[in-house]
DNA sequence: GTCGTATATATGACATGTCCTATATTCGGT
DNA sequence: ACCGAATATAGGACATGTCATATATACGAC
């Protein structure tokens, strides 16, 4: 139910229209929240029935008409509350979790290719929060040069604050989780996966709390 | 659609009833994976219909009878199969990093209540999973003294890897969410949240991988 | 004595999200 | 010449999950 607050949050920056937010979604939020094309162009209509967004129609010469759309002040508000609102705790989903809490059926092998699946998974990713950095730097040096005034490049750089927050939180768990992955493949490979041994692991993390 | 092995997993240990599923769910995989109790019944349900549990209706004096379900060998098959299968991409939502996308327009004191708020769930969980470590500590302590022979044993202290290996999951990811919260907040504090202190901070990170 | 909680299962209504498809045009590749 | 991808919006069907509520009984707290 956030996917509103979402589309909202995008629409303070500058119009778009719901193929650029798709894009906008893809390609700078991907790694903590995805969001269905349909059910964008379904959440913009239902914004626009609440008056929180309008839309104004821009035709173009060789592409279908772009609808696009803007924030309304009402939308402004109903954003800003939302923001500063306490948090709806979070439900957990976690698959690969759920297969190795299992780990005693999976047996030897299967433990192994699940965990180096995942490895991959966690490189992959970990190479394009890097690539992410690379374009976020590369812009925004382009950004700078372009800018007219020092408040332009004051806001600018204000905005680049959340998605750099955001992309450490992804590096820093990403490695969390990839260090905690190759500490289990290498505790099977010694044959240390054991009950006492990871008793023993988590004391050494939970007597430090 | 991983509740159907979720539950199918819990059913290989012994047979149990939709309440006590619910039960198992929530004192055990509740940091990883919660299930609604309506869609804990209507998956036993399905997973009847398609002959992957039955249940036997047991009778008692003063509570309501139970559906006590076991799991069959179609059952057995299904859930093997699945452990081994690649995992299906993960659909990360995140609202607390949404609403941290936005930062700039949330303040510099919405910024601060957002972060304390989430660091005494943090905390909140962690010491959650300090609990959950001594009971099963006080479990298995118990279990070990009860247990009739060697090979009960060997069966219990294997099954109680999978449970430890996802709590150590969660306590060293929590470890690491809480570390980057405090993080932010002292950034904020010496007024170094800002663009070219985060990515300073993402290189020191990145440039390491 | 009444209220809430625990045990135990189950359904209706609803919210949310995903998949597939339709429409229409242009551009680039094989 | 045809096929797929990109641009752009949208709806039907379906999957999945959540909330509230119903039923029935017993036990402890106030």
Redesign the interface.
Known sequence: M?LR??IL?FL?HQPYSGYDIKRGFDSS?R????ADQAAIYRTLADLEAEQLVEHERVAQQTRPDRKLYHITPAGVAE??A???S???A?????????????????GAQ?LS??LD??LS?VDAE??E??TI?GS??HD?AAMLQQLPNADAVDGY?????????????G???G???R??LR??KQAQEQGT???TA??A???R??DA?
């Open positions: 956030s607050y979402a949050g303070t939020v790694h903590f929240w995805s954003l800003d939302w923001l500063v306490p948090a709806a979070v439900v957990r989903r976690e698959p690969l979790l759920l297969k190795l809490f299992f780990t005693h059926r999976l299967g290719a699940v699946a995942e998974a970990l190479a929060f890097k950095l976020i730097e925004r750089r204000q905005a680049l604050v959340g998605p750099l927050i955001t992309l450490t939180n590096v820093r768990l490695v969390a989780y260090d905690w500490g289990l996966l054991t009950d990871m008793l692991e988590l004391h993390y939970c709390l």
